[in-house]
């Protein structure tokens, strides 16, 4: 028993300049409190009193800091929770597509009007509109020259470019290449079977094709 009283040799006049001296330390309080508990004079008692209520001093400090604590990490929590939340809203209310024309990806706000817009990057013209609820962007057939050569509207470069399948990092070799394939679909011989309209169709695209492609190549030689 004796082991566990490490102030036993210490006078009582000892363990109230220990006390005074440890006033914010609980532990060296909480063994000052039990070796006074085997002392039976006023004065232990009296002191006794006093350490204890510094250690439950302690204790309510203590307990009031841990609960700001947790009430600051709480509060940051929700803080970056409604972050989230704000931002995961503000990714949900806009659109993102890619310009036929420039082949650039675009971004348009959810709650856009309907209307008639032009991409940023290469001027062409294309309608929003809204059906049953959702937004829906939608380019125009003829945001080329109907006529292949300049009447209604002159074609743009980005927009022969998405003609050609191409990028305008793309080499000529490759726009070449793009411009072969698209070509090929729309070969006489490869529509002979087809009907009247469909041959003359085909024939449309194949000098889009060609139109946006001289337009391009024309770009590069300069």
Do not use: W
């Not at 220990?18 to 532990?27: A, F, H, K, P």
């Not at 191409?166 to 726009?175: A, P």
């Amino acid at each position: 028993m004796a082991a566990n009283r490490l102030f036993m040799n210490l006078s009582l006049e000892e363990l109230q300049r220990l006390y005074e001296n440890s006033i914010d330390d609980r532990i060296i309080l909480n063994k000052i409190s039990r070796e006074l508990a085997h002392r039976t004079t006023k004065k232990s008692k009296l002191l006794r009193i006093q350490v204890r209520e510094s250690v439950i001093k302690i204790e309510v400090k203590n307990g009031s800091q841990k609960s700001s604590s947790q009430s600051q990490s709480q509060s940051q929590s929700q803080s970056q929770s409604q972050s989230r939340d704000n931002k995961s809203s503000d990714q949900k209310s806009e659109v993102a597509f890619l310009c036929q024309s420039c082949r650039i990806k675009k971004k348009l706000n959810n709650e856009a009007k309907s209307g008639n817009y032009r991409c940023p990057s290469c001027k062409t013209k294309f309608a929003v509109s809204y059906l049953k609820g959702r937004l829906e962007i939608i380019f125009s057939a003829n945001s080329y020259s109907s006529t292949y050569g300049g009447s209604e509207k002159e074609l743009t470069f980005y927009e022969a470019l998405g003609i050609l399948d191409s990028r305008r990092s793309d080499s000529l070799d490759i726009i070449k290449q793009n411009y072969k394939k698209l070509m090929q679909q729309y070969h006489p011989d490869k529509v002979s079977s087809l009907g009247p309209k469909l041959r003359e169709l085909a024939s449309k695209e194949a000098q889009k094709i060609n139109y946006a492609f001289q337009l391009v190549k024309k770009r590069f030689d300069t």
